[in-house]
């Protein structure tokens, strides 16, 4: 697809954020630092009819890419709900937990989210026969209207719907690209998404990242040893699964300021001199490839061959004791300290530690029982943890299964000090009928998620007493539907007189607090923002925001703001306002707190 470049004397950098705010996924910086607007991607927000995004044949054009694409910038009528008693710690915490269908989570987190997570680890479902994948986004409308909306013909749309819920590649593809599209939203410049996936759609998955992260992002391709045994049913059998590693920005900027600080594997080094320059193993100075290589041929210390470094550089290196003679050749002190500084991390992680079958029984000791089948290892999702964060980070999981990236953030927390925090988003699938996770009462998927999260919190708290003020809580949400929003869209011969009752009343003050949490959304405020109620069920205020829920006169605002120097915004929840000079006389009367016409806000 031919992209555009728009020249920097045309745009300047204010209007660039702008576009990107609005439309990231189509506007970009190449190489040369000139601004890119793909206007395909850019036709495809404002109106996909138009848009001409090839759909035959197989690849990254397959049946249904349009509405894949469409699907994740769409409007959804989904809101989030706190559930304080699915909770923990929830006035302390900075962790969150979502409920819910990623693809309305994630659409819900780009508001007050955006550029903001460090760290993406997913583990997807692999489209396999064994993983119960079935495709089920439902169309963003009805088929009608995604015919007018999207341009599709009616053989395109019969294809489509054939392929919901169908093993297919084309159904996986129409799965995962709207998510992945979301998720490069929500990373930092400088942060990396790590995907965990099989062989049987790596080859899919890596094109189509290609595509959404760019092939210049692509870091590695890691392979991981799953499993120890190989079973005999085939011809070769898989023991590992493959780890994509892609960036946000991976350019020179980029890996001056993400060092990655995974430690690499290093054994053998027990030889220490005493000589107070630490432990170390012998390294041959034979360079490899020989004569290929173009590696010196001459005769040192009786010792023949093509060596690594020149006769000058060999010399000195055997006068200050770094070469010596072992037996008949020659070998090298290659010291502990040195290869901790210059030793890279490799694509094979083949540790015995990492096993499923590992992960598998410490879940199952942990939980009491057997209750999820092949979750990660901990010290798997640690090992990308240490690799792409530091203190502060903020990671997320929208395929959370049991909850290991939770569990892996608290624990490295507690090894090293930090303070990375979690949001973590898992569907309440329900658990096989008659499973010992039914038994056991875990109805859901989630309710596993949940309370994994918990026991390994208390745990690691309990293995280590200094560590009691380490966050092990989170503020657990649930995504639902926005019933207002919903009677919204009807038509009128489609509203009924239950819809207008609905419409009419006013919340209650248990949803008062779920209108406050989606309000620190649209004002694009963490969902673990802490905040202070200034007038019982009608003045709140957040960070530098003062959210208005209920009637309240003018002059009862400017008393109870008056002294609250670090608020700079209002937001007035228009439909919980009956008095109409109040908001008529509201931009008057916040002047006299210094606050300006432009910071106040009307929602709802």
């Known amino acids: 697809m031919k992209k555009h470049t728009i020249e920097e004397q045309s745009i300047n950098d204010n209007n660039y954020k702008k576009l990107k705010e609005l439309f990231p996924h189509a506007v970009s910086v190449d190489e040369d630092g000139k601004y890119i607007i793909d206007p395909q991607k850019l036709q495809m927000s404002l109106d996909p009819s138009k848009a001409e995004i090839k759909e035959d044949g197989y ?16 409007k959804n009528y989904k809101v989030l709900k706190p559930l304080k008693d699915d909770s923990k710690n929830w006035n302390e915490t900075e962790n969150i937990l979502i409920k819910g269908d990623n693809l309305d989570a994630l659409k819900i987190l780009r508001h007050n989210y955006f550029e903001s997570i460090k760290m993406i680890y997913i583990d997807p479902p692999y489209n396999t026969k064994n993983d119960g994948f079935v495709y089920n986004d439902n169309f963003t409308s009805s088929t009608e209207q995604t015919l007018e909306n999207l341009g599709y013909d009616k053989e395109y ?17 129409s799965f995962m690209y709207p998510r992945l599209l979301l998720a490069r939203d929500l990373l930092k410049e400088d942060g990396v998404i790590f995907i965990s996936i099989d062989d049987n759609e790596v080859a899919q998955l890596r094109i189509l990242c290609d595509e959404i992260f760019g092939e210049a992002n692509f870091i590695a391709q890691i392979c991981h040893k799953a499993r120890a045994s190989v079973s005999n049913d085939k011809i070769i059998s898989s023991n590992h699964n493959h780890i994509l590693l892609y960036s946000k920005n991976y350019d020179d900027v980029f890996q001056q300021r993400h060092l990655f600080g995974l430690k690499p594997i290093l054994t053998g080094f027990t030889k220490d001199d005493n000589d107070g320059k630490g432990k170390y193993k012998y390294s041959p100075v034979d360079g490899p490839g020989g004569a290929s290589k173009g590696n010196p041929y001459y005769t040192f210390e009786g010792v023949t061959g093509y060596f690594r470094y020149s006769k000058e550089e060999m010399q000195n290196k055997f006068d200050n004791g770094e070469v010596v003679k072992v037996g008949n050749g020659l070998q090298r002190k290659y010291y502990l300290d040195y290869a901790k500084k210059t030793k890279k991390t490799d694509t094979t992680w083949w540790d015995d530690k990492l096993y499923t079958s590992s992960a598998t029984s410490t879940l199952k000791k942990l939980m009491k029982g057997d209750y999820f089948t092949n979750p990660k290892h901990i010290d798997l999702i640690k090992r990308m943890l240490e690799l792409s964060t530091v203190n502060n980070d903020l990671i997320l999981d929208f395929f959370a299964g049991s909850g290991t990236t939770a569990h892996a953030v608290m624990d490295l927390n507690a090894k090293d000090g930090g303070n990375r925090k979690f949001i973590c988003v898992q569907w309440a699938e329900e658990t096989p009928e008659k499973s010992e996770a039914q038994k056991a009462g875990y109805e859901t998927i989630f309710d596993i998620t949940k309370e994994r999260i918990k026991r390994a919190g208390e745990k690691i708290v309990a293995a280590d007493l200094t560590k009691q003020d380490l966050d092990i809580g989170f503020r657990t949400f649930e995504v639902v539907e926005d019933q207002k929003q919903k009677i919204y869209q009807k038509s009128l011969e489609e509203v009924s007189q239950d819809d207008l009752v609905a419409m009419m009343e006013k919340p209650d003050i248990e949803s008062n607090e779920e209108i406050l949490y989606n309000l620190f959304v649209a004002e694009t405020l963490p969902l673990s923002t802490k905040h202070e109620e200034i007038i019982k069920d009608k003045l709140y205020l957040a960070s530098n925001v003062a959210f208005i829920l209920g009637d309240i006169t003018s002059d009862e605002l400017v008393e109870a703001l008056k002294e609250k120097k670090e608020c700079e915004y209002i937001t007035v929840y228009s439909p919980n306002i009956s008095n109409d000079k109040f908001t008529l006389e509201i931009e008057s009367n916040i002047s006299k707190l210094g606050i300006k016409p432009d910071k106040l806000r009307f929602r709802g």
Do not use: M
């Open 157 to 173: 749309i019969d294809y489509i719907e054939n392929i919901q819920g169908a093993k297919t590649h084309s159904g996986w593809l």
């Open 59 to 74: 690849g990254l054009n397959w049946v249904g890419k349009k509405e894949a694409y469409h699907n994740a910038f769409t």
